[in-house]
Protein backbone atom coordinates (compact mmCIF):
# COMPACT_ATOMS: atom_id res chain seq x y z
CA UNK A 1 0.00 0.00 0.00
CA UNK A 2 1.32 3.30 -1.04
CA UNK A 3 0.69 5.97 1.59
CA UNK A 4 2.39 9.06 0.12
CA UNK A 5 1.98 9.20 -3.92
CA UNK A 6 3.69 11.77 -5.89
CA UNK A 7 3.82 13.33 -9.01
CA UNK A 8 5.18 13.94 -11.74
CA UNK A 9 7.97 11.30 -12.21
CA UNK A 10 9.85 13.50 -14.10
CA UNK A 11 9.89 17.30 -15.20
CA UNK A 12 11.65 19.64 -17.15
CA UNK A 13 11.64 23.61 -16.33
CA UNK A 14 14.09 26.36 -17.94
CA UNK A 15 16.50 28.59 -15.92
CA UNK A 16 14.70 31.04 -13.96
CA UNK A 17 10.73 28.97 -14.11
CA UNK A 18 8.83 27.37 -11.23
CA UNK A 19 9.08 23.36 -10.11
CA UNK A 20 6.31 22.41 -8.68
CA UNK A 21 5.98 18.82 -7.66
CA UNK A 22 3.37 17.45 -5.49
CA UNK A 23 1.89 14.61 -2.71
CA UNK A 24 -0.86 13.29 -1.57
CA UNK A 25 -1.11 11.05 1.23
CA UNK A 26 -3.13 8.63 3.12
CA UNK A 27 -3.02 7.99 6.52
CA UNK A 28 -4.42 11.34 8.63
CA UNK A 29 -2.12 10.38 11.76
CA UNK A 30 0.59 11.95 9.79
CA UNK A 31 2.09 15.10 11.79
CA UNK A 32 5.47 15.55 9.76
CA UNK A 33 6.56 16.07 6.31
CA UNK A 34 9.57 16.73 4.91
CA UNK A 35 10.63 16.96 1.31
CA UNK A 36 14.16 15.77 0.64
CA UNK A 37 16.62 16.63 -1.97
CA UNK A 38 19.09 13.98 -3.89
CA UNK A 39 22.14 14.11 -5.82
CA UNK A 40 23.36 11.12 -8.32
CA UNK A 41 25.36 9.22 -5.81
CA UNK A 42 24.44 11.13 -3.26
CA UNK A 43 22.21 10.00 0.04
CA UNK A 44 18.83 12.24 0.51
CA UNK A 45 19.57 15.47 1.66
CA UNK A 46 16.51 17.37 4.44
CA UNK A 47 15.39 20.39 2.27
CA UNK A 48 12.26 21.69 4.04
CA UNK A 49 9.54 20.52 6.11
CA UNK A 50 6.37 20.97 7.33
CA UNK A 51 4.04 20.56 9.71
CA UNK A 52 0.00 19.91 9.64
CA UNK A 53 -0.85 23.21 11.38
CA UNK A 54 0.00 25.85 8.74
CA UNK A 55 -0.68 25.99 4.65
CA UNK A 56 2.86 27.63 3.81
CA UNK A 57 6.46 27.28 3.93
CA UNK A 58 9.00 28.99 2.79
CA UNK A 59 12.74 29.10 2.49
CA UNK A 60 14.79 31.20 0.12
CA UNK A 61 13.75 29.78 -2.72
CA UNK A 62 12.10 26.76 -2.03
CA UNK A 63 7.94 26.49 -0.76
CA UNK A 64 5.91 24.14 0.50
CA UNK A 65 1.96 24.44 0.56
CA UNK A 66 -0.11 22.07 2.61
CA UNK A 67 -3.78 21.42 2.60
CA UNK A 68 -4.94 19.48 4.89
CA UNK A 69 -8.54 18.87 3.91
CA UNK A 70 -7.61 17.41 0.68
CA UNK A 71 -4.73 15.28 1.98
CA UNK A 72 -2.34 17.33 -0.16
CA UNK A 73 1.26 19.14 -0.39
CA UNK A 74 3.13 20.40 -2.66
CA UNK A 75 6.55 21.91 -2.87
CA UNK A 76 7.32 24.78 -5.32
CA UNK A 77 10.67 25.45 -6.68
CA UNK A 78 11.28 29.31 -7.42
CA UNK A 79 13.83 30.88 -10.26
CA UNK A 80 14.90 27.40 -10.83
CA UNK A 81 18.97 26.88 -11.39
CA UNK A 82 20.82 24.21 -13.07
CA UNK A 83 22.39 23.36 -9.66
CA UNK A 84 18.51 22.05 -8.70
CA UNK A 85 18.88 19.71 -11.05
CA UNK A 86 18.13 16.53 -8.65
CA UNK A 87 15.61 14.17 -7.44
CA UNK A 88 13.42 15.33 -5.27
CA UNK A 89 11.25 13.28 -2.40
CA UNK A 90 8.21 13.92 -0.05
CA UNK A 91 7.22 12.15 2.73
CA UNK A 92 5.55 11.79 6.12
CA UNK A 93 5.75 10.60 9.03
CA UNK A 94 3.39 10.16 12.57
CA UNK A 95 4.97 11.44 16.17
CA UNK A 96 5.81 9.55 19.00
CA UNK A 97 8.00 6.61 19.89
CA UNK A 98 5.31 4.55 19.82
CA UNK A 99 4.88 5.41 15.96
CA UNK A 100 8.78 5.07 15.36
CA UNK A 101 9.39 8.26 13.81
CA UNK A 102 9.09 6.01 10.38
CA UNK A 103 9.46 8.18 6.94
CA UNK A 104 7.16 6.94 4.22
CA UNK A 105 8.51 8.39 1.10
CA UNK A 106 6.97 9.21 -1.80
CA UNK A 107 8.10 7.88 -5.15
CA UNK A 108 10.47 10.74 -6.61
CA UNK A 109 10.73 13.34 -8.83
CA UNK A 110 13.39 13.82 -11.06
CA UNK A 111 14.27 17.23 -11.82
CA UNK A 112 16.02 19.13 -15.16
CA UNK A 113 16.91 22.44 -15.77
CA UNK A 114 17.61 23.82 -18.67
CA UNK A 115 19.88 26.94 -18.63
CA UNK B 1 31.37 16.03 13.55
CA UNK B 2 31.11 13.20 10.80
CA UNK B 3 27.12 12.84 10.66
CA UNK B 4 25.80 9.34 9.60
CA UNK B 5 29.25 7.34 8.34
CA UNK B 6 27.96 4.05 6.17
CA UNK B 7 30.78 1.65 5.19
CA UNK B 8 31.52 -0.21 2.79
CA UNK B 9 30.93 1.99 -0.01
CA UNK B 10 30.86 -0.66 -2.92
CA UNK B 11 30.32 -4.31 -2.32
CA UNK B 12 29.51 -7.43 -4.40
CA UNK B 13 29.02 -10.81 -3.01
CA UNK B 14 27.94 -13.92 -3.97
CA UNK B 15 24.18 -15.66 -3.99
CA UNK B 16 24.10 -17.52 -0.30
CA UNK B 17 27.23 -14.82 1.06
CA UNK B 18 25.92 -12.97 4.16
CA UNK B 19 27.47 -9.17 5.43
CA UNK B 20 26.93 -6.77 7.82
CA UNK B 21 26.36 -3.27 6.35
CA UNK B 22 27.83 -0.69 8.72
CA UNK B 23 26.28 2.45 10.03
CA UNK B 24 27.51 4.73 12.80
CA UNK B 25 26.65 8.41 14.09
CA UNK B 26 28.16 10.88 16.16
CA UNK B 27 25.04 13.01 16.50
CA UNK B 28 23.66 11.27 19.51
CA UNK B 29 20.48 11.09 17.56
CA UNK B 30 17.80 8.57 19.32
CA UNK B 31 16.59 7.46 15.96
CA UNK B 32 18.43 5.51 13.33
CA UNK B 33 16.71 3.66 10.10
CA UNK B 34 17.47 1.43 7.18
CA UNK B 35 16.09 2.38 3.79
CA UNK B 36 17.17 0.39 0.24
CA UNK B 37 16.55 2.96 -2.71
CA UNK B 38 15.68 0.83 -6.21
CA UNK B 39 14.99 2.21 -9.57
CA UNK B 40 11.29 3.65 -9.57
CA UNK B 41 10.49 2.40 -5.84
CA UNK B 42 11.73 5.70 -3.94
CA UNK B 43 12.81 4.77 -0.58
CA UNK B 44 11.56 2.05 1.18
CA UNK B 45 12.19 0.94 4.88
CA UNK B 46 13.93 -2.31 5.98
CA UNK B 47 14.39 -1.75 10.05
CA UNK B 48 14.16 0.89 12.34
CA UNK B 49 15.27 1.56 16.11
CA UNK B 50 13.80 3.72 18.56
CA UNK B 51 16.96 3.63 20.92
CA UNK B 52 19.58 1.57 21.85
CA UNK B 53 18.41 -2.16 22.37
CA UNK B 54 15.01 -1.20 20.57
CA UNK B 55 14.36 -2.09 17.15
CA UNK B 56 11.14 -2.94 15.14
CA UNK B 57 10.49 -4.28 11.03
CA UNK B 58 9.92 -1.46 8.63
CA UNK B 59 8.19 -2.34 5.07
CA UNK B 60 10.86 -4.77 3.68
CA UNK B 61 12.75 -6.64 6.39
CA UNK B 62 12.50 -10.16 5.17
CA UNK B 63 16.16 -11.47 4.61
CA UNK B 64 17.67 -8.64 6.72
CA UNK B 65 18.57 -8.38 10.39
CA UNK B 66 19.86 -5.37 12.45
CA UNK B 67 20.62 -5.16 16.41
CA UNK B 68 21.60 -1.40 18.62
CA UNK B 69 23.79 -2.15 21.46
CA UNK B 70 25.17 1.21 21.46
CA UNK B 71 23.21 4.76 20.54
CA UNK B 72 26.19 5.18 18.28
CA UNK B 73 26.02 1.84 15.97
CA UNK B 74 23.52 0.06 13.74
CA UNK B 75 24.67 -2.70 11.95
CA UNK B 76 22.60 -4.17 9.27
CA UNK B 77 23.07 -7.85 8.65
CA UNK B 78 22.32 -9.80 5.32
CA UNK B 79 21.77 -13.39 6.14
CA UNK B 80 21.76 -14.71 2.80
CA UNK B 81 22.42 -12.65 0.18
CA UNK B 82 19.71 -13.40 -3.15
CA UNK B 83 20.35 -11.36 -6.20
CA UNK B 84 16.64 -9.36 -5.02
CA UNK B 85 19.20 -7.51 -2.68
CA UNK B 86 20.91 -6.14 -5.41
CA UNK B 87 20.37 -2.01 -4.30
CA UNK B 88 21.67 1.20 -2.47
CA UNK B 89 21.26 0.84 0.82
CA UNK B 90 20.82 3.89 3.02
CA UNK B 91 21.10 4.53 6.82
CA UNK B 92 19.50 8.05 8.72
CA UNK B 93 18.87 9.33 12.00
CA UNK B 94 17.08 11.85 13.79
CA UNK B 95 17.65 13.13 17.10
CA UNK B 96 14.08 13.04 17.84
CA UNK B 97 10.02 11.96 16.88
CA UNK B 98 9.00 14.33 13.85
CA UNK B 99 12.14 15.77 13.47
CA UNK B 100 13.73 15.41 9.71
CA UNK B 101 16.55 12.51 9.58
CA UNK B 102 20.17 12.74 8.51
CA UNK B 103 21.51 10.06 6.00
CA UNK B 104 24.19 8.49 5.09
CA UNK B 105 25.94 8.77 1.68
CA UNK B 106 24.72 4.86 0.81
CA UNK B 107 26.08 1.37 0.16
CA UNK B 108 25.80 -0.14 -3.48
CA UNK B 109 25.24 -3.59 -3.00
CA UNK B 110 25.06 -5.83 -6.02
CA UNK B 111 24.35 -9.77 -5.60
CA UNK B 112 25.57 -12.46 -8.22
Known amino acids: QQQVKQSPQSLIVQKGGISIINCAYENTAFDYFPWYQQFPGKGPALLIA?????SEKKEGRFTISFNKSAKQFSLHIMDSQPGDSATYFC??????????????FGGGTRVLVKP | NAGVTQTPKFQVLKTGQSMTLQCAQDMNHEYMSWYRQDPGMGLRLIHY???????DQGEVPNGYNVSRSTTEDFPLRLLSAAPSQTSVYFC???????????FGSGTRLTVV
Open chain 2, 92 to 102: ASSPSSSRGYT
Open chain 1, 50 to 54: IRPDV
Open chain 1, 91 to 104: AASKGGKAAGNKLT
Open chain 2, 49 to 55: SVGAGIT
